[in-house]
């Protein structure tokens, strides 16, 4: 970020050149993906000019999804991502998806439990009174990228121990013999809060696809409940249209 680079990067704006600058850093490799900035205090020491056109700079970076900020550890170079394309007519599970595209997938568990459901469990589900409901959270990972953040509710009947859940909950549901057959899915779109954007890799504020999907049984019956993030940059949902007859 010396002084000199900066006078190289052509006319404009202190921000813009050192916008240009830092471009110029990560296309030649100088910067490469996942390395740290240096603190924004050294960047405006190096390329003499102010923390206000620094922040400037990085801020409009940040923007573009070239850095990514990290609350508490500061500014890296964002990874390129790989765009996952899932239809959005068959019911499968994140497992599967991720292995008929080769890729390898996997969870980072933030909570399983048993609990006494909520008021929207109890109804979604169909719960009765004394029937406790299994919550898995997790962080899912395809080929070491964290792809989304998902929240399952599952019905006590169907599903009494969480704990059962190593890696796929579906294989679960199938072995127990209650895996859905049917399902209602709603997408919308969300911007990011900190804590879940931290845990996906990405800026606070990006954006993201929240997901419930209500899964049943042949017979009718709700089995999951599960309320999901999924990173807008990331994934794209593909629905094939035919004619309205
Ligand atoms: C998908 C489903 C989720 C289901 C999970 C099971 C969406 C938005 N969500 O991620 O509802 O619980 O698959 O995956 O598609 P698993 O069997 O690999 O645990």
Redesign the pocket.
């Known amino acids: 970020f010396s002084l000199e680079r900066l006078q190289a990067a052509g006319t404009g704006p202190l921000y813009v050149k050192l916008r240009r600058t830092l471009e110029g850093a990560v296309r030649t490799g100088t910067l490469g993906h996942g390395d740290a900035l240096p603190p924004e205090r050294d960047i405006a020491e190096l390329a003499a000019v102010s923390r206000v056109t620094v922040r400037r700079a990085i801020d409009e970076l940040v923007a573009d999804g070239l850095l990514v900020r990290r609350h508490g550890s500061g500014t890296f170079v964002a990874k390129p991502v790989s765009k996952v394309e899932q239809r959005l007519s068959q019911l499968t ?3 599967e998806d991720m292995a008929r595209r080769g890729m390898s997938s996997r969870s980072e568990w933030l909570h399983k439990g048993v609990h006494t459901p909520s008021p929207d469990e109890m109804m979604i589900l169909g719960l009765g009174t004394d029937v406790k409901v299994s919550r898995l959270s997790r962080l ?1 990972i395809a080929d070491d990228q964290p792809l989304a953040i ?1 929240n ?1 509710s599952v019905s006590g009947e169907f599903l009494p121990d969480p704990s059962a859940v190593t ?5 679960e549901l199938e072995r127990l013999q209650v895996r859905p057959v049917r399902a209602v ?1 709603r997408i919308s779109a969300t911007n990011m809060k900190e804590a879940d954007a931290q845990l996906l890799g990405v800026s606070a504020g990006a954006a993201g696809l929240s ?1 419930e ?1 209500i899964s049943y049984l042949g017979s009718g019956r709700a089995v ?1 409940f ?1 309320r ?1 993030l999924y990173r807008g940059d990331a994934y794209d949902f593909v629905a094939e249209l035919t004619i309205a007859v």
Request: proline letters at 0%; hydrophobic letters at 30%; aromatic letters at 12%.
């Open positions: 599970s994140f497992t899912r998902e399952a890696n796929s909950l579906y294989a899915q997901i999907r999951e599960t999901s």
